[in-house]
C-alpha cells in the first residue's frame, strides 16, 4: 500500500503501473496481481485503507457510548483530521484531477470514499432517530449533509492548496460550530412535565 500510494502521487494515476508499483515494492507483478485485477482496483485498496482507519473510530457501538454533541464531534474531528494529512490531501488533489478522465475510477472511488462515510454517520443517525435524542426526517440525507459541513470548505481549500495552513485550533473550532449548528436545528426538544389537574 506504501509503495502504491508513492507511485500514484508521484506520477498520477495514468502514468502510473502495477510495473512501477511492483519495484517501488522490491516484489513481483505476480504478487501484486494475486491480490488485485488492475491498478484501479489497487488505487481503491490504497483510498479503501484510509476510509476504513476513519470507520473504525467511527463505529456505531462506539458512538453511542458518548453523548449526541461529543459523538458529532468525534465524528467531525475524525474527518477533519484524516483529511489534513499530506497524504489524504495530495491523493484528494489526485482523484479530483484523474476522475474526470476516467468517470468509472470516478465511480469506483465515490463508492469507497463518501458513500461509505456517509452510510457510517447515517447509521449513527438512525440509532438516535430510535432513541428520541435527534429529530431527522431523513437520516440518509442529513448524513450527507452533515458531513459535507464537516469536509466542505476544508476540501476547497485541500484543492486551492491552502489547507494545510489551517491549524488544529481552527479545524476544531470548525467541527465544534457545525456541530452546535446541528444539534440547534435537529436535537429532539425536552419532553415538558406532565401538568396534573387540579381536583
Known amino acids: 500500500m506504501d509503495?502504491?500510494?508513492?507511485?500514484?502521487l508521484h506520477g498520477g494515476y495514468a502514468s502510473?503501473?502495477?510495473q512501477k508499483v511492483a519495484r517501488e515494492a522490491g516484489?513481483?507483478?505476480?504478487?501484486?496481481?494475486?491480490?488485485?485485477?488492475?491498478?484501479?482496483?489497487?488505487?481503491?485498496a490504497v483510498v479503501a485503507d484510509l476510509v476504513?482507519?476513519?470507520?473504525?473510530?467511527?463505529?456505531?457501538?462506539?458512538?453511542?457510548?458518548?453523548?449526541?454533541k461529543d459523538a458529532l464531534r468525534t465524528i467531525g474531528n475524525t474527518l477533519t483530521s484524516r483529511l489534513i494529512s499530506p497524504t489524504v490531501s495530495s491523493l484528494l488533489q489526485l482523484l479530483v484531477t484523474e476522475c474526470r478522465r476516467f468517470p468509472?475510477?470516478?465511480?469506483s472511488m465515490r463508492t469507497r470514499t463518501k458513500d461509505r462515510i456517509d452510510n457510517a454517520?447515517?447509521?449513527?443517525?438512525?440509532?438516535?432517530v430510535e432513541k428520541g435524542a435527534l429529530l431527522l426526517p431523513d437520516p440518509a440525507k442529513t448524513a450527507s449533509l452533515f458531513t459535507q459541513m464537516i469536509h466542505g470548505e476544508l476540501k476547497?481549500?485541500?484543492?486551492?492548496?491552502?489547507?494545510?495552513e489551517m491549524s488544529e485550533i481552527q479545524l476544531r473550532q470548525h467541527v465544534d460550530f457545525v456541530v452546535e449548528f446541528f444539534m440547534r436545528?435537529?436535537?429532539?426538544?425536552?419532553k415538558s412535565p406532565v401538568k396534573r389537574r387540579r381536583s
Open 3 to 8: 509503495a502504491a500510494t508513492r507511485v500514484f
Open 16 to 18: 502510473s503501473s502495477i
Open 27 to 44: 516484489v513481483s507483478t505476480r504478487t501484486i496481481y494475486e491480490r488485485f485485477t488492475n491498478k484501479a482496483e489497487l488505487l481503491g
Open 52 to 68: 476504513n482507519k476513519d470507520l473504525t473510530s467511527m463505529s456505531v457501538a462506539e458512538l453511542d457510548r458518548l453523548s449526541t
Open 104 to 107: 468509472k475510477l470516478a465511480l
Open 121 to 128: 454517520v447515517e447509521q449513527y443517525f438512525r440509532v438516535q
Open 156 to 164: 476547497d481549500n485541500i484543492l486551492f492548496g491552502t489547507a494545510l
Open 185 to 190: 436545528a435537529a436535537r429532539a426538544p425536552a
